[in-house]
């Protein structure tokens, strides 16, 4: 277990919140966030596409700073 731990965590925690709430924009980005620390950009971008889609702003800002 390595530093990337705390991130895993985050990313079931907004899994489980995403189950719950599929519209819930803030855990997409967020769980996105976790996944970029640990360089899972693919996956990432998934979350982030999703985020934004549901009227995330912050999910637009991160795909242009990230993706282009």
């Given at each position: 277990v390595g530093h990337h731990s705390g991130h895993s965590i985050?990313?079931?925690k907004c899994t489980?919140?995403?189950e719950?709430?599929?519209s819930n924009a803030k855990a997409y980005y967020?769980?996105?966030i976790?996944?970029?620390i640990v360089d899972n950009y693919k996956e990432a971008l998934e979350d982030l596409e999703i985020s934004k889609r549901l009227g995330y702003p912050k999910a637009a800002?991160?795909?242009s700073q990230?993706?282009?």
């Open positions: 985050s990313v079931v489980r919140s995403i719950i709430d599929p967020n769980r996105a976790s996944k970029l800002e991160v795909i990230y993706y282009n």
